[in-house]
T-cell receptor, first 109, second 112 residues
Framework: GQNIDQPTEMTATEGAIVQINCTYQ??????LFWYQQHAGEAPTFLSY??LDGLEEKGRFSSFLSRSKGYSYLLLKELQMKDSASYLC??????????WGAGTKLIIKP | DAEITQSPRHKITETGRQVTLACHQT?????MFWYRQDLGHGLRLIHY???????NKGEVSDGYSVSRSNTEDLPLTLESAASSQTSVYFC???????????FGEGSRLTVL
């Protein structure tokens, strides 16, 4: 079966750095996505990786290793507004998105 | 600005009733999707469409149906609502190229 694993919840301090991991086992791979979802709101797109390596976008970076079935989202200089759930999703061989259950990130002052 | 809207945002209904959730997008996207989101689960695909008159079943399609008569709309119908269908429903659209999806604000459905 297809599976996306990410931690259920993480806590970090304002101003610090946090890394949210995602491991996947899917039938085929056509890209990995990270979305942010604030409580009670819609998911919004953060990043897309299809090749191995690091993609940087401001305070957020996303890393992919296809051979290890592994990705992480790195958030730097954490702000209170970064408190949200972070969803990892993989596009499989049928170009369907398989979603992880999400990681709830709690930022403390 | 282009957008994707869902209605109603909140709905309470009774078991056995028919319910329709509306989704309207002005992005002119060919691809539209319906997901449900429940605690402890990732977003689960209910139905999707790649264009007018095209509809496909997702992993949790039982008890749901959709129709695509134009580019802008993909209404989701629960033929006979069940308590197991209590959930938050998200509609999304995209071009399918870069894969980025644009989500509506969600519809919270409670079936009593």
């Amino acid at each position: 079966g297809q599976n996306i694993d990410q931690p259920t919840e993480m806590t970090a301090t304002e101003g610090a750095i946090v890394q949210i991991n995602c491991t996947y086992q899917t039938s085929g791979f056509n890209g990995l996505f990270w979305y942010q979802q604030h409580a009670g709101e819609a998911p919004t797109f953060l990043s897309y990786n299809v090749l191995d390596g690091l993609e940087e976008k401001g305070r957020f970076s996303s890393f992919l290793s296809r051979s290890k079935g592994y990705s992480y989202l790195l958030l730097k200089e954490l702000q209170m507004k970064d408190s949200a759930s972070y969803l990892c999703a993989v596009r499989d061989s049928n170009y369907q998105l398989i979603w992880g259950a999400g990681t709830k990130l709690i930022i403390k002052p | 600005d282009a957008e994707i809207t869902q209605s109603p945002r909140h709905k309470i209904t009774e078991t056995g009733r028919q319910v329709t959730l509306a989704c309207h997008q002005t992005w002119n996207h060919n691809n539209m999707f319906w997901y449900r989101q429940d605690l402890g689960h990732g977003l689960r695909l209910i139905h999707y469409s790649y264009g007018v008159q095209d509809t496909n079943k997702g992993e949790v399609s039982d008890g749901y149906s959709v129709s695509r008569s134009n580019t802008e709309d993909l209404p989701l119908t629960l033929e006979s609502a069940a308590s197991s269908q209590t959930s938050v429903y998200f509609c999304a659209s995209g071009t399918g190229d870069a894969g980025e999806l644009f989500f509506g604000e969600g519809s919270r459905l409670t079936v009593l």
